[in-house]
């Protein structure tokens, strides 16, 4: 009786087991996927960082302080020209094709009442093949840089068109911004190579710098479609933009050429040594300025940007009263700030409207640049009091209607 208990009970025992068993076998496991993380690991490095590295502490700048001082508050202040809303250039050199684009765009409105954005990455894509082509004709003395002149723009146009945003971004999808500093570093150790082993092929060159730049930024269309029809990119700048380069005009204030002459703007990103620019007077440089706003044009403007008297959240742009007083500002103090490297050609914006306000004349600048996009009022903007332009822009590209008169005068006395 005993023994068959124990028997019993044994089977029984062992018949639980298997039902367990067959349980555990049965179970199905999932899984998902997560973040890897150890976070106190992170902790341990962000400490031993910390520890390591001294500590970063952030420059002061000495800025001016604008209490009392009567300057604009909102973009509405200023009578405009049609502009597209401002855009970001990113992390690029290309402030010079961003604000000469944004002005041919209120051209096209302004001549034929089209609203219609540009492709500033394909101006810049054929900007860099000409910049290849001139460094290997010179055997690696041109520059080959980011930067440019306001001119480039109408110049590259001729030459290879024009096609709209659309149709060429130049940035990958779901990039938020430009960045090409990889692309020009890839671009310079690769014309560095071209340069020690004096391969000058320019054929072979144009296919490595195009190689590059399709990698990055994409290929530019050879043609784009209007009204189901295809068209090239000259015949979208004639019959669709049309805008003729040929009626866009440079002009400079500097005393180092011959006023009433053409000449060069001795800067490194003039990589062309253009000397079309009409070298005026400063009193004249300004009457365009104000002349051609008040009757409804736009101008791409460039020069200095790195000032005492900016402060991009005010968005404001002045000259201090200690850096110069407002009755000395003169030829002469444009021309020693230049001459002295205190004034460069930093960066090109786009003039859109004018304030007369009892403290002078105020410009609306659209600026493609970071620094612009911190007015807390109007994002992509700077208002820029006469006597910063009188004092540290350079250049700037206008329509030749906008200065008949100046013009004119070059005429007479050449």
Same mark, same amino acid.
């Given at each position: 009786?005993?023994? &068959?208990?124990?028997?019993?009970?044994?089977?029984?025992?062992?018949?639980?087991?298997?039902?367990?068993?067959?349980?555990?076998?049965?179970?199905?496991?999932?899984?998902?996927?997560?973040?890897?993380?150890?976070?106190?690991?992170?902790?341990?490095?962000?400490?031993?960082?910390?520890f390591e590295e001294p500590?970063?502490?952030?420059?002061?700048?000495?800025?001016?302080?604008?209490?009392?001082?009567?300057?604009?508050?909102?973009?509405?202040? &200023?009578?405009?020209?049609?502009?597209?809303?401002?855009?970001?250039?990113?992390?690029?050199?290309?402030?010079?094709? &961003?604000?000469?684009?944004?002005?041919?765009?209120?051209?096209?409105?302004?001549?034929?009442?089209?609203?219609?954005?540009?492709?500033?990455?394909?101006?810049?894509?054929?900007?860099?093949?000409?910049?290849?082509?001139?460094?290997?004709?010179?055997?690696?003395?041109?520059?080959?840089?980011?930067?440019?002149?306001?001119?480039?723009?109408? !110049?590259?146009?001729?030459?290879?068109?024009?096609?709209?945003?659309?149709?060429?971004?130049?940035?990958?999808?779901?990039?938020?911004?430009?960045?090409?500093?990889?692309?020009?570093?890839?671009?310079?150790?690769?014309?560095a190579s071209i340069k020690?082993?004096?391969?000058?092929?320019?054929?072979?060159?144009?296919?490595?710098?195009?190689?590059?730049?399709?990698?990055?930024?994409?290929?530019?269309?050879?043609?784009?479609?209007?009204?189901?029809?295809?068209?090239?990119?000259?015949?979208?700048?004639?019959?669709?933009?049309?805008?003729?380069?040929?009626?866009?005009?440079?002009?400079?204030?500097? =005393?180092?050429?011959?006023?009433?002459?053409?000449?060069?703007?001795?800067?490194?990103?003039n990589w062309w040594h253009?000397?079309?620019?009409?070298?005026?007077?400063?009193?004249?440089?300004?009457?365009?300025?104000?002349?051609?706003?008040?009757?409804?044009?736009? =101008?791409?403007?460039?020069?200095?940007?790195?000032?005492?008297?900016?402060?991009?959240?005010?968005?404001?742009?002045?000259?201090?009263?200690?850096?110069?007083?407002?009755?000395? !500002?003169?030829?002469?103090?444009?021309? =020693?700030?230049?001459?002295?490297?205190?004034?460069?050609?930093?960066?090109?914006?786009?003039?859109?409207?004018?304030?007369?306000?009892?403290?002078?004349?105020?410009?609306?600048?659209?600026?493609?640049?970071?620094?612009?996009?911190?007015?807390?009022?109007?994002?992509?903007?700077?208002?820029?009091?006469?006597?910063?332009?009188?004092?540290?822009?350079?250049?700037?590209?206008?329509?030749?209607?906008?200065?008949?008169? !100046?013009?004119?005068?070059?005429?007479?006395?050449?």
């Amino acid at each position: 009786m005993n023994k &068959f208990l124990k028997t019993t009970g044994t089977i029984a025992m062992s018949g639980l087991l298997c039902i367990n068993l067959n349980a555990q076998v049965e179970r199905k496991d999932k899984a998902q996927f997560k973040p890897k993380s150890n976070d106190f690991y992170e902790q341990i490095k962000k400490g031993l960082q910390t520890f390591e590295e001294p500590k970063q502490v952030t420059p002061l700048v000495m800025k001016m302080d604008f209490t009392g001082i009567d300057v604009p508050k909102s973009a509405a202040e &200023f009578k405009t020209v049609f502009a597209q809303k401002p855009e970001s250039q990113g992390e690029t050199g290309t402030c010079w094709c &961003f604000s000469t684009t944004s002005f041919y765009e209120s051209e096209i409105k302004r001549l034929s009442n089209q609203d219609i954005q540009l492709s500033e990455l394909f101006t810049v894509y054929w900007q860099y093949v000409e910049k290849a082509k001139e460094f290997v004709r010179t055997r690696g003395v041109s520059l080959f840089d980011e930067g440019s002149e306001t001119n480039a723009v109408g !110049i590259t146009m001729k030459q290879y068109g024009i096609v709209p945003l659309e149709a060429y971004s130049g940035i990958k999808m779901g990039q938020p911004y430009h960045d090409h500093k990889k692309m020009v570093d890839e671009m310079r150790n690769y014309l560095a190579s071209i340069k020690a082993s004096s391969h000058w092929n320019t054929d072979e060159v144009m296919a490595g710098i195009k190689a590059i730049m399709n990698f990055y930024i994409g290929e530019p269309p050879v043609s784009v479609t209007v009204a189901g029809k295809k068209i090239s990119p000259l015949e979208y700048l004639k019959n669709v933009a049309k805008l003729n380069p040929d009626d866009y005009v440079d002009f400079m204030s500097l =005393m180092e050429a011959p006023y009433w002459t053409q000449a060069e703007y001795k800067v490194p990103d003039n990589w062309w040594h253009s000397a079309e620019y009409y070298n005026v007077p400063l009193n004249d440089f300004m009457s365009i300025i104000k002349t051609a706003s008040k009757n409804g044009y736009s =101008m791409s403007i460039g020069g200095d940007v790195s000032e005492s008297g900016m402060d991009n959240k005010l968005g404001v742009a002045m000259i201090p009263s200690y850096d110069i007083p407002s009755a000395y !500002i003169d030829e002469y103090a444009r021309q =020693m700030r230049f001459s002295n490297g205190s004034t460069t050609d930093d960066h090109a914006m786009h003039l859109v409207g004018y304030a007369d306000r009892a403290n002078g004349t105020w410009y609306l600048i659209k600026d493609s640049g970071s620094g612009g996009q911190n007015n807390q009022t109007a994002p992509g903007y700077w208002y820029m009091h006469e006597d910063f332009i009188k004092l540290k822009m350079t250049t700037f590209t206008i329509h030749k209607d906008a200065a008949k008169e !100046i013009l004119a005068k070059f005429q007479k006395k050449n």
